[in-house]
């Protein structure tokens, strides 16, 4: 089992950067990839992003794709999400993910097993 714990979040202004972390701990070594979801209210779950835990492949979300970075500390076993140029339609609480899967599609959430608490990101026009 994976336990993650993320940090950072906030309310900032458009235009604005913000950056969220994710800590893993545990079975660390059985993960494929970690994965940024996030859900707005009155929306459906969005994929954001995700990056491969043993190689460096990432995948972003269309709506966030050029302004959100995401990348991974492998010695403190943390993923990082920057997010720049921010807009109001960000706003959202923000989870990652991590799937021990073989195969895992990255942007199915129900192919990851272990989640973050969330984090509320606001951003104000």
């Known amino acids: 089992q994976v336990r993650l714990v993320q940090s950072g979040g906030g309310q900032v202004q458009a235009g604005d950067s913000l950056r969220l972390s994710c800590a893993a701990s545990?079975?660390?070594?059985?993960?494929?990839?970690v994965a940024w979801f996030r859900q707005a209210p009155g929306k459906e779950e969005e994929f954001v992003t995700s990056i491969g835990w043993h190689d460096d492949k990432t995948y972003y979300g269309d709506s966030v794709n050029g302004r959100f970075s995401i990348s991974r500390n492998n010695a403190k076993d943390t993923v990082y999400l920057q997010m720049s140029s921010l807009k109001p339609e960000d706003t959202a609480v923000y989870y990652c993910?991590?799937?021990?899967?073989?195969?895992?599609?990255?942007?199915?959430?129900?192919?990851?097993?272990?989640w973050g608490q969330g984090t509320q990101v606001t951003v104000y026009s």
């Open positions: 993910a991590a799937s021990g899967k073989w195969g895992v599609i990255v942007t199915k959430s129900s192919d990851y097993d272990s």
């Open positions: 545990g079975r660390t070594l059985e993960m494929f990839a």
